[in-house]
Every structure is written in structure tokens, then in C-alpha cells.
């Protein structure tokens, strides 16, 4: 495969470190990298195969001459960014829950699916990870015995928002086992020794976006 050119967007949240990572371990082909966050981590390093490489802020123009746009910075960025990254030719392979329910847009997990891909117009998808999860070991029962109802529990881990919602979970933690009060800045409930629906909205029969 020839060398791809790469963009991390999201790159300094603990998913796209991890998109650094699983790029090196398969040796994916990439012939650049650009890292995009928000202006605030614009400037950090990071690394990548051994080299440092500059933080930029994300900007419309960022994904001129990209051919693949790695997203993880939330559904309202990869919405606000989809149209410059369509439009300069580059395929956004989406980690939000921004496309997942939109029709014409793929929802891939390629150990399922991979061939549904290639009918992308400028977005992939992905689902979330209970999803990805729970399919892996279902499919192949799916195959053999149809299955037609799935009844599923999601007790979600803080780290499906990111760094600072972790960073809130050891301090909410802390704040309840020394007996203080604890406002979250992060989550709508503080997260210590507790539990709460997904932070996104309810419709209409109950069900919060997550679940859908």
C-alpha cells in the first residue's frame, strides 16, 4: 500500500494517543502526520515513531492534502469539521456518535463489515465501544442462528470522555472518601462511586443517544 497521508484530529486526548499507537503497532503506511487539537494544546509534542511532532490548531484548511482524517474530538467538532475535510478530499473516519445513525453514512466495525467502507461518501463511522464489543461475539452466533432481540446493559467507564473526565473521577473519588462535597465540572453528576444515565439527550421512548 502506498504511504498515506495521516491527520490525528483530537490528537491530544487520550484516544488519539491511542490512534498514534495502533498506527506504529500495525505499521499502517503513513508518509505524514499532522496532529490537530483546540488552541490550547496547539504546540505540544508528541510523539510518533520516534520523532517529535507539533500540535496545530484545527482549522478548515488543516486537511488540504490529507487522505485519511482520524477524528476524535467530540460529535459537535466532527460536524463542524466534516464539510473541509469532504470538500479537500480527505476520508474522516469518525470515532463520535456525530454520523453513526445518519443514512448513506457507513457504519463499519471491519471485522464485521469492512466492505460497507468502500461505499463511504467522505465519512466513515464507527460504533461505539459496547457496540463493537458486544457484536464481536454476537455476529458469528448471528450467522448461525439468527438472532432477532438483544437485551443490553452499558455500565460505561469515564474514560469514554476523555482526560478530564478521568482526571474528575479520581478527584470526585477523593472528595467522597474524605467526607467533602464535590462539584463536577466536567460531568452533569460527580462520578465517584456512582452511576448515572449516559450524558447525552432522551427521546421520546426513554431512550438516551447512546442506547439508540
Given at each position: 500500500?502506498?504511504?498515506?497521508?495521516?491527520?490525528?484530529?483530537?490528537?491530544?486526548?487520550?484516544?488519539?494517543?491511542?490512534?498514534?499507537?495502533?498506527?506504529?503497532?500495525?505499521?499502517?503506511?503513513?508518509?505524514?502526520?499532522r496532529l490537530?487539537?483546540?488552541?490550547?494544546?496547539?504546540?505540544?509534542?508528541?510523539?510518533?515513531?520516534?520523532?517529535?511532532?507539533?500540535?496545530?490548531?484545527?482549522?478548515?484548511?488543516?486537511?488540504?492534502?490529507?487522505?485519511?482524517?482520524?477524528?476524535?474530538?467530540?460529535?459537535?467538532?466532527?460536524?463542524e469539521f466534516?464539510?473541509?475535510?469532504?470538500?479537500?478530499?480527505?476520508?474522516?473516519?469518525?470515532?463520535?456518535?456525530?454520523?453513526?445513525?445518519?443514512?448513506?453514512?457507513?457504519?463499519?466495525?471491519?471485522?464485521?463489515?469492512?466492505?460497507?467502507?468502500?461505499?463511504?461518501?467522505?465519512?466513515?463511522?464507527?460504533?461505539?465501544?459496547?457496540?463493537?464489543?458486544?457484536?464481536?461475539?454476537?455476529?458469528?452466533?448471528?450467522?448461525?442462528?439468527?438472532?432477532?432481540?438483544?437485551?443490553?446493559?452499558?455500565?460505561?467507564?469515564?474514560?469514554?470522555?476523555?482526560?478530564?473526565?478521568?482526571?474528575?473521577?479520581?478527584?470526585?473519588?477523593?472528595?467522597?472518601?474524605?467526607?467533602?462535597?464535590?462539584?463536577?465540572?466536567?460531568?452533569?453528576?460527580?462520578?465517584?462511586?456512582?452511576?448515572?444515565?449516559?450524558?447525552?439527550?432522551?427521546?421520546?421512548?426513554?431512550?438516551?443517544?447512546?442506547?439508540?
Amino acid at each position: 500500500m502506498a504511504g498515506k497521508n495521516v491527520v490525528i484530529a483530537g490528537a491530544s486526548g487520550a484516544v488519539g494517543i491511542e490512534f498514534m499507537s495502533v498506527l506504529e503497532k500495525m505499521q499502517f503506511p503513513v508518509a505524514s502526520l499532522r496532529l490537530l487539537a483546540t488552541k490550547r494544546s496547539a504546540g505540544k509534542k508528541l510523539k510518533f515513531q520516534g520523532e517529535d511532532i507539533v500540535i496545530e490548531e484545527m482549522t478548515t484548511s488543516s486537511f488540504k492534502g490529507a487522505d485519511i482524517a482520524l477524528f476524535s474530538a467530540g460529535s459537535s467538532v466532527s460536524k463542524e469539521f466534516e464539510k473541509s475535510v469532504v470538500d479537500a478530499g480527505c476520508v474522516m473516519i469518525d470515532n463520535s456518535s456525530a454520523f453513526r445513525m445518519r443514512e448513506g453514512t457507513p457504519l463499519v466495525v471491519p471485522e464485521i463489515n469492512p466492505h460497507d467502507a468502500q461505499k463511504h461518501q467522505g465519512v466513515i463511522a464507527n460504533p461505539n465501544c459496547s457496540t463493537i464489543i458486544l457484536l464481536m461475539g454476537v455476529f458469528p452466533l448471528h450467522q448461525k442462528f439468527p438472532v432477532r432481540r438483544l437485551v443490553v446493559s452499558t455500565y460505561q467507564a469515564a474514560s469514554g470522555a476523555g482526560w478530564a473526565a478521568m482526571e474528575e473521577l479520581k478527584d470526585s473519588t477523593r472528595a467522597v472518601l474524605d467526607g467533602k462535597d464535590f462539584t463536577p465540572q466536567k460531568m452533569p453528576y460527580p462520578y465517584g462511586f456512582n452511576l448515572f444515565s449516559h450524558n447525552t439527550a432522551i427521546d421520546a421512548a426513554g431512550y438516551n443517544e447512546e442506547e439508540m
